[in-house]
């Protein structure tokens, strides 16, 4: 069973980089059709997704967001990192980090990541 565990700063000052790492445990970021990725949700609003990497190491981003973050893995260490530069207030929200096959169908609990001076 694939479990995912966010780690990461829980307050981040503007605009300073906000990076966040999930640790993967129970099975391979390199499983073949595996994509990984991250999704935040900010206070009374729904989940945005932020973009993924691949099994093979492709990246998708959010049209939204694609100028600001950027996503890398460690395959000796089996995690997943997500960087977004330029933070905002706004940028306030539980960030998730997910994975699957077909579906995102396995989640970590979420890390709480306040933007503020």
Do not use: H
């Amino acid at each position: 069973q694939v479990q995912l565990q966010e780690s990461g700063p829980g307050l981040v000052k503007p605009p300073q980089t906000l990076s966040l790492t999930c640790t993967v445990s129970g099975g391979s970021i390199t499983t073949n059709y595996y994509y990984w990725s991250w999704i935040r949700q900010a206070p009374g609003k729904g989940l945005e997704w932020m973009g993924a990497i691949a099994y093979s190491g492709s990246l998708y981003d959010s049209p939204s967001l694609k100028s600001r973050t950027s996503i890398s893995r460690d395959t000796a260490k089996n995690q997943f990192t997500l960087q977004l530069s330029s933070v905002t207030p706004e940028d306030t929200a539980v960030y998730y980090c997910a994975s699957g096959r077909y579906a995102m169908d396995c989640w970590g609990k979420g890390t709480l990541v306040t933007v503020s001076s």
